[in-house]
Each structure stands twice: as C-alpha cells, then as structure tokens.
T-cell receptor, first 112, second 115 residues
Framework: QKEVEQNSGPLSVPEGAIASLNCTYS??????FFWYRQYSGKSPELIMS????GDKEDGRFTAQLNKASQYVSLLIRDSQPSDSATYLC????????????FGKGTKLSVKP | ETGVTQTPRHLVMGMTNKKSLKCEQH?????MYWYKQSAKKPLELMFV???????ENNSVPSRFSPECPNSSHLFLHLHTLQPEDSALYLC??????????????FGSGTRLTVV
C-alpha cells in the first residue's frame, strides 16, 4: 500500500513567522511531488510542484525534496492569516500511470 | 466558463434514489478523475479516464458508475448508496493521465449527503 504521511496538526504560527510543513512517502519510484492548499469548504488548489532534489522557490513558498530520505516539505515565509488552510502533500505513483496519492493534510492556522 | 466545473454543488439523496454528478473541464486536458474526500481521510482515487477510456478503477463499489462521453465531460452515476458514502466528491483533470504532466486541476466538488 503506497502511503503519504503528514502531521495532521493543527500547526499554529504567528503572523510573519515561517511555517514548516512536512511529508514522507513510501513509494521509492515516485518522481513528482505536489503541494495543494485547501481552504475550508473549498477544493484543493495546486500551489507548488517539485521534481528534483533540493529547493524550489516561488514567492513566499519554498518546496524542498530529498528523495533518498523520501521526504518533501513546504516552507511558507512571512505567514499571513490568509495562509490559514489545510495543506495537502501529493505524490505521483512510480510507474506508467503516475496517479496522485494524497496525504491527509496538515491544518495550518496563522494567528494575527 | 473556465477550469473545471462540477454540478450540483450540494446533493441530498435517499438510499433508494438514483442521481448523477456532472463534471466539465474547459482546459483541453486529456485525462479526468473522480476522487472522494471524507473527513479525516486522505483523498481517495475512484476512477481515471484518459481520452474517454477508463484506465483505472480502484475497487469502487458498483453503486458508483462513471461515464465519460468525451474528453471534456465526466459523470458519476449514483444508485442505492449507503450513509457512509456521504462525502465531498471531487472531479479533477490533467493534461495527460498521471501526474507527470504537472498535477491536477480540481473542480469545486459536490457535497453529497445520503440519508
């Protein structure tokens, strides 16, 4: 059973701080990794993708990937109350289909 | 209309009813998906269609029946559901089947309640 694990939280950070969200996965063949943001009552929205080891930055968001450790993380700098949401880690299965396997999500709360 | 649209947004149905969920994507994608999202559980992949052909069925009960008449439309036909089927049903699309092409775009979902 291929799994994606995330701490369900809630993770609470003060406004302006760095929020760090972590994810581990079991499928060593996975090559594509994604972070989705889901506001309460809304659908998931893709915010970051990463395919190579190392860091990928996009504005206030940085995704980090370590395939050897089967670990992917998302850093949110200068956190804002509008960042309060559930963040879903998704990993593409290794192999020809490559369907996305999702974690349960980490609920982030940014306090003003 | 842009992106992925789903109707209805909310649905309440009895256990003996028959209803259908509709999804339409305006992105020119070739693959479409149905996911189920229940409280405190990860998103569960139900069905995958690539170029209107079903490529995966993740052991979903037969009371859920998908239909993909063309690459832009996807339906989920429901009949004799159980209360535990109450959940948010999400449709998604991607350029090609699998996530290698860059992740999925989700619709707003249908909140289904079975009474």
């Amino acid at each position: 059973q291929k799994e994606v694990e995330q701490n369900s939280g809630p993770l609470s950070v003060p406004e302006g701080a760095i929020a760090s969200l972590n994810c581990t996965y079991s499928d060593r063949g996975s090559q594509s990794f994604f972070w989705y943001r889901q506001y309460s009552g809304k659908s998931p929205e893709l915010i970051m993708s990463i395919y190579s080891n190392g860091d990928k930055e996009d504005g206030r968001f940085t995704a980090q990937l370590n395939k050897a450790s089967q670990y992917v993380s998302l850093l949110i700098r200068d956190s804002q109350p509008s960042d309060s949401a559930t963040y879903l880690c998704a990993v593409a299965e290794g192999g020809s289909q490559g369907n996305l396997i999702f974690g349960k999500g980490t609920k982030l709360s940014v306090k003003p | 209309e842009t992106g992925v649209t789903q109707t209805p947004r909310h649905l309440v149905m009895g256990m003996t009813n028959k209803k259908s969920l509709k999804c339409e994507q305006h992105l020119g994608h070739n693959a479409m998906y149905w996911y189920k999202q229940s409280a405190k559980k990860p998103l569960e992949l139900m069905f995958v269609y690539s170029l209107e052909e079903r490529v995966e069925n993740n052991s979903v009960p037969s009371r859920f029946s998908p239909e993909c008449p063309n690459s832009s439309h996807l339906f989920l036909h429901l009949h004799t559901l159980q209360p535990e089927d109450s959940a948010l049903y999400l449709c998604a699309s991607s350029q090609d089947a699998g996530a290698e092409s860059g992740g999925y775009t989700f619709g707003s979902g249908t909140r289904l309640t079975v009474v």
